[in-house]
């Protein structure tokens, strides 16, 4: 007899912060708060991300069954009528699904939705290629008018949530499952297209979004023990990109390190490559990801390892770079 | 124009004369014809096919407020089949939404009115469309904040019938009866006609309001050039905080009202009329009891040659 896969559930949002706050929780106090916040779901108004709203605020959830394009441009129409709507989507459904609605009924029109794309990169990966979703900083990236965030822990969502909530256009999320372990101590102060600082260094910088900085933190940990100082910087706003952080590292410590959880066609590293190449910072870059193929299909934790992004596969990467003339 | 000062509410079913709304909705296509001479290229045949309708909706059936197109309790009006935004701009302006004169820069390099709705540019454009498909779904978002808000306005979405080939119509038209939305009105411009060929013949649609009945909603056909049969249409609706949505399946013709557009409607989807025959046109044909029963002169332009 094997043993049953634990790999996934509906659990994202369900982890405690500081507080005693979760992702859910925070966002059914901002409703409590405000009776202009809206929640939209395809059949998701159930998960721990939208159910304790839903438990206080049930006239105001939306559940439009398994019609993920419908949620998106029912949340415009909503959008367009005074009200903020917070729509909960699955990582590989929204940006790849509806990137159309995304383009055409939220950015075009400068509409307040914030797009809660959780269980992103190879969080469903066990499930197939289907629930892989690796392209979604590409999409949303090419989309006008469109700001995109990546939380890493359950503080940095809250900042992310809070922060962005007035923000007059559209807001995508790529959340990871929502419960990653706590990174930040406190809730960060996080500012508008600005990259948030968790490790100085002088010797390489790693740029690392969602699931991957935690990785990457751990690498910069392990390499200070050999006396390799690693600057680390947690790209929470993937559009607007923090240029000014990417030139200061290509500067400061020439060496750069990008690592996603995403198809490394398309991604941070593509953007952090053009920043580079425009302003003609001579910088070295290495771009670690997901290949530009079809994915292995596994727990995710071995697909991690398989693709070496794990403390260890970066220390190398790094490695690798240091030697780089 | 409709001799009405700025905030003026006009209440819903205005006892505007059938006749009136008649002439208006020929009014209408002239110029629309002005308008794409202007700009040299426009939608003139799918236009023309919701003329009528059009004019109902703007001149009798929606409550609205004369210069103010930001009034919370408006009705909504969303055009589904955004090609047809040509028709909306004379409308608009009437109604004091923006000055008369944006109207000559129609199509123009970064002028507000453009071939498709935009309601970043355009005051009185409720919705952005383009992409078919999407806007019976914002409907029903609007339709869902009146409920929250209280508010008994209606949301008006007009279709294209090739864009009920659309599947996320259908989401829409199921999750509409499942939220009770009384207070949302699909009118499907049944003109028969897609790029490819009939639209049924492309992909059968048959029969529409059946389709719609079987989805929770209360569904019947029209004659869309009727202007008797869309005021009764219009001003029977239910009451907004009724629980199930209507759809008003209206029987068109594509490029109706022009006599070439008419025989080859594909043709004039998307057109110039040409200084030739823009100068034989318009022509209008006097007579009494045209077919839909009117009593005053019927619009209509001839093809100048061959």
Known sequence: ?325 | MNGLHLNDVLDRNRPAEPEALRRGAEELRLAIIDLIDGAGLGHYSSTFSIAELLTVLYRRTMRLKQGDPAWPDRDRFLLGKGHAAVGLWPLLAELDYFPADWLSDFGKLGAPLTDHPNMRTTPGVDFSSGSLGHNLSVGIGMALAARLQKRDYRTFVILGDGELHEGQVWEAAMAASHFKLGNLVAIVDANGSCATGSTSSVMNIEPVAGRFAAFGWAASDIDGHDIAAIIKAFDTLPDPGMSVPTCIVARTLKGKGVSFMEETPRKWHLGFLGSEDRARAPRRKSGKGSEHGGSGRRFFIHRGRG
């Open chain 1, 1 to 325: 007899m094997g043993e049953a896969v634990d790999v996934f559930s509906f659990t994202a949002g369900e982890a405690e912060v500081d507080g005693g706050e979760s992702i859910g929780a925070a966002l059914a106090k901002l409703g409590d708060e405000r009776p202009d916040i809206v929640v939209v779901a395809p059949d998701l108004s159930g998960a721990p991300i939208a159910a304790i709203f839903a438990a206080r605020h049930p006239e105001r959830v939306f559940d439009c069954g398994i019609a993920e394009c419908n949620a998106m441009s029912v949340a415009a129409g909503l959008a367009a009528s005074g009200y903020i709507p917070f729509v909960l989507q699955m990582g590989a459904f929204s940006a790849l699904k509806c990137a159309e609605q995304i383009r055409t009924d939220m950015a075009y029109t400068q509409l307040p939705v914030r797009i809660l794309s959780a269980w992103s990169g190879l969080t469903m990966a066990y499930f197939g290629t289907s629930h892989h979703a690796v392209e979604d900083i590409a999409i949303t990236r090419a989309i006008a008018g469109l700001t995109v965030v990546a939380p890493s822990d359950p503080h940095s969502a809250l900042a992310l949530l809070r922060s962005t909530l007035d923000h007059p256009g559209p807001v995508f999320f790529r959340i990871a499952s929502g419960d990653e372990p706590r990174l930040y101590k406190g809730i960060p102060s996080v500012a508008r297209g600005q990259f948030l600082r968790l490790h100085e260094g002088r010797d390489a910088t790693i740029i690392a979004t969602g699931l991957a900085i935690h990785w990457a933190f751990a690498a910069a940990s392990m390499l200070e023990g050999e006396g390799i100082q690693i600057g680390v910087l947690d790209a929470v706003y993937l559009k607007p990109l923090d240029e000014a952080a990417i030139l200061e590292a290509a500067w400061e410590t020439g060496r750069i390190l990008t690592v996603e959880e995403h198809n490394v066609a398309g991604g941070l590293g593509t953007a952090v490559a053009d920043v580079l190449a425009r302003n003609g910072a001579g910088a070295k870059l290495s771009v670690h990801g997901l290949p530009d193929e079809h994915l292995l299909v596994a727990r995710p934790a071995e697909l991690h390892a398989h693709y070496g992004l794990t403390p260890e596969g970066i220390v190398e990467k790094i490695r690798t770079l240091l030697e780089a003339r």
